[in-house]
Structures are given as C-alpha cells and as structure tokens.
Nanobody, 122 residues
Framework: QMTLAESGGGSVQPGGSLRLSCVAS????????VGWFRQAPGKEREWVAF????????RYADSVQGRFTVDRENSENTAFLSANRLKPEDTAVYYC???????????????WGQGTQVTVSS
C-alpha cells in the first residue's frame, strides 16, 4: 500500500511563497497522476492541480493558475507544489494524492497524504 507524506506548509504573509513536497513510499510514484487538493475550514475539498505520470501535462484550478506550479521527480518518488503570490484565501490544509488516470475528482484518487497546513495572513 502506498503512503504519501506532505511537508513544507507553514504561515506566510500575503504575497509570500511556499514549496510543498509529497514523498511516496511503498509504491512507484511514476505509475500515477499526482493531484493536489486543499480544504479550508467549513468547505469541501477542492482540486488545485494535477500532473501526469512523466510530468508532461499539468492543469490548474482557475483560482491558482499563474501562481502555483506542480512538478515531480519520479526518481526520488517525490512531487512538489510551488505556491507563489499567496493570498489569504489560499489558507487551507493541502493534500497530495495519486490516481491511475487524469481526474479532478477527489473520489477517484486512491491514496492520500495526511495534509500540511498553509496559512496566509498578515
């Protein structure tokens, strides 16, 4: 069973940046699409971005397009989410997850990390 572990969250001021990592164990990350999701208090889990198996294609939610970037290093079983020009509305717990196909639907993702908190506040 694959295990995912996120790290890199924290508290930043508006306009700041964070780089989140997602390390996989117990499986080969390169066999999966990596998705990033977030969940703010009182809200549903929201798709943020995904990156295909070899990193050839990335898609982003409109709310983060142009500010967030996803990449992956399959040789290290690790994926990344670089979040730039952060806004208070980006505050949430961020999760990485894996899926065998391209999807924005969290229900289709097989394995999830435990999440990492991102707080954007002045």
């Amino acid at each position: 069973q694959m295990t995912l572990a996120e790290s890199g969250g924290g508290s930043v001021q508006p306009g700041g940046s964070l780089r989140l990592s997602c390390v996989a164990s117990g499986g080969t990350l390169g066999n999966y699409v990596v998705g990033w999701f977030r969940q703010a208090p009182g809200k549903e889990r929201e798709w943020v971005a995904f990156l295909t198996w070899t990193g050839g294609t990335a898609r982003y939610a409109d709310s983060v397009q142009g500010r967030f970037t996803v990449d992956r290093e399959n040789s290290e079983n690790t994926a990344f989410l670089s979040a730039n020009r952060l806004k208070p509305e980006d505050t949430a717990v961020y999760y990485c997850a894996v899926c065998i196909r391209v999807s924005r639907d969290p229900a289709e993702y097989q394995y999830w990390g435990q999440g990492t908190q991102v707080t954007v506040s002045s």
